[in-house]
């Protein structure tokens, strides 16, 4: 993986993502996108989630079935956590390698 050699620099709402999901992961707990929307004030929450895992961040996405939040059940609910290793994902060294084949 030596052509991988740094964490890319992430800024904004990224930045604000990355760390949320770093805080969660260090007391073990995923974080649902309402969270992130309505009480972080990430209006995009999913579209930043994209844009980490297209620098290479391992970011894993379950969906629930249903949560209660603020008092009402939600329905599919989406719920991220930090995969291992944090950077890169093994399906962003895979795409870059296969492109390098191509």
């Known amino acids: ?10 800024s904004g709402q990224c930045a604000d993502v990355l760390d949320i999901l770093q805080q969660h ?3 073990n707990q995923p974080v649902i996108s309402f969270y992130l929307t309505a009480d972080c004030a990430i209006p995009e929450a ?3 989630i994209h844009d980490l895992r297209c620098k290479g961040f391992n970011i894993k996405t379950t969906v629930l079935p249903e949560v209660l939040y603020r008092g009402k059940t939600r329905r599919k609910v989406a719920q991220y956590s ?14 870059a390698n296969k492109s390098k084949r191509e």
Request: charged share 15%; net charge positive.
């Open 46 to 48: 999913a579209a930043r």
């Open 1 to 10: 993986m030596s052509h991988f050699p740094q964490l890319p620099i992430v």
């Open 82 to 95: 930090l995969g291992s290793p944090l950077w890169p994902s093994p399906e962003y060294v895979a795409k």
């Open 25 to 27: 992961q260090r007391s």
